[in-house]
């Protein structure tokens, strides 16, 4: 028995061909209107266009006093120009209506004495001597406070925040990382910023 072998001849296909000549179609004229632009702008010279956008009537940038909404630690100098000078830790609480700006309540810390300097040796101190210090006994006080004040049941939302410079010891904020893991999800969230220049 004999086997035909059936040869197909190749060839292009008429829809394929006629998909590439549509691409080569847009393909120049998208090529020759960008070159045309070209042209036009050279002929024409380089020329200056004038807008008119908006401007400010002030030039000075305001800057939007933050309102306190959570229970903040701020550690800082106690001598911003001096950064040798010890360690000193402000307990700046909220208002009922979360009205107070941060430096009003930095004032109202001040005023109710909620404040305190850390030693100048505290990093050679032991974990218990560290955490009988007056920093460390008002951060477990404020904490609690703060806690049974406003986050009496756990919510995702409950947040506590640090503020420090860049040159904060680690040991100050772990510290208050445990007093607030003490407290399992009641209390969540911490929150670290660092602070700038200005304070």
């Given at each position: 028995?004999?086997?035909?072998?059936?040869?197909?001849?190749?060839?292009?296909?008429?829809?394929?061909?006629?998909?590439?000549?549509?691409?080569?179609?847009?393909?120049?004229?998208?090529?020759?209107?960008?070159?045309?632009?070209?042209?036009?702008?050279?002929?024409?010279?380089?020329?200056?266009?004038?807008?008119?956008?908006?401007?400010?009537?002030?030039?000075?940038?305001?800057?939007?006093?933050?309102?306190?909404?959570?229970?903040?630690?701020?550690?800082?100098?106690?001598?911003?120009?001096?950064?040798?000078?010890?360690?000193?830790?402000?307990?700046?609480q909220p208002s009922v209506r979360h009205s107070l700006t941060l430096q009003e309540a930095k004032l109202r810390a001040i005023?109710?004495?909620?404040?305190?300097?850390?030693?100048?040796?505290?990093?050679?101190?032991?974990?218990?001597?560290?955490?009988?210090?007056?920093?460390?006994?008002?951060?477990?006080?404020?904490?609690?406070?703060?806690?049974?004040?406003?986050?009496?049941?756990?919510?995702?939302?409950?947040?506590?925040?640090?503020?420090?410079?860049?040159?904060?010891?680690?040991?100050?904020?772990?510290?208050?990382?445990?007093?607030?893991s003490a407290y399992g999800d009641t209390i969540p969230r911490?929150?670290?910023?660092?602070?700038?220049?200005?304070?």
């Amino acid at each position: 028995m004999a086997f035909v072998r059936n040869e197909e001849k190749k060839g292009l296909s008429l829809p394929g061909l006629i998909d590439i000549i549509f691409l080569l179609l847009i393909f120049s004229l998208v090529t020759l209107s960008v070159s045309q632009t070209k042209v036009e702008t050279q002929k024409s010279g380089d020329r200056d266009f004038d807008f008119d956008l908006p401007e400010t009537e002030s030039r000075e940038t305001e800057e939007v006093e933050e309102v306190l909404q959570t229970l903040l630690f701020q550690v800082e100098h106690v001598d911003p120009s001096d950064l040798e000078s010890p360690k000193i830790l402000f307990v700046l609480q909220p208002s009922v209506r979360h009205s107070l700006t941060l430096q009003e309540a930095k004032l109202r810390a001040i005023e109710d004495s909620l404040f305190a300097v850390f030693p100048e040796n505290f990093l050679d101190l032991s974990s218990w001597e560290f955490a009988q210090t007056p920093p460390c006994r008002l951060i477990r006080w404020a904490i609690r406070q703060h806690k049974d004040a406003h986050f009496l049941e756990p919510n995702p939302t409950h947040a506590i925040e640090i503020r420090a410079g860049k040159d904060t010891e680690f040991r100050i904020v772990n510290f208050i990382m445990e007093q607030c893991s003490a407290y399992g999800d009641t209390i969540p969230r911490l929150m670290l910023r660092t602070l700038t220049g200005r304070g």
